[in-house]
């Protein structure tokens, strides 16, 4: 699934999934609030998941899967 995202929305994801609020996220990342937010609504479109809680458990379960 993460494997969807383009590389700024995995940074997007993985902040997120770290338990970031959308604007610590767009500043930590050095965008504006509202990018950040499009960036979200296009995870959530790519992933089919309506929430940040949904979005943490795909990510749990990416970095899971993927830990060698």
């Given at each position: 699934?993460?494997?969807?995202?383009t590389?700024?929305?995995?940074?997007?994801?993985?902040l997120?999934a770290?338990?970031?609020?959308?604007?610590?996220?767009?500043?930590?990342?050095?965008?504006?609030?509202?990018?950040?937010?499009?960036?979200?609504?296009?995870?959530?479109?790519?992933?089919?998941?309506?929430?940040?809680?949904?979005?943490?458990?795909?990510?749990?379960?990416?970095?899971l899967?993927?830990?060698?």
């Amino acid at each position: 699934m993460i494997a969807k995202l383009t590389e700024r929305e995995r940074q997007v994801a993985g902040l997120v999934a770290l338990g970031l609020r959308t604007k610590q996220v767009a500043s930590q990342l050095g965008i504006e609030y509202g990018t950040a937010k499009v960036h979200l609504a296009n995870i959530y479109i790519k992933l089919e998941i309506s929430s940040k809680t949904a979005l943490t458990r795909a990510w749990i379960i990416h970095e899971l899967a993927n830990d060698n």
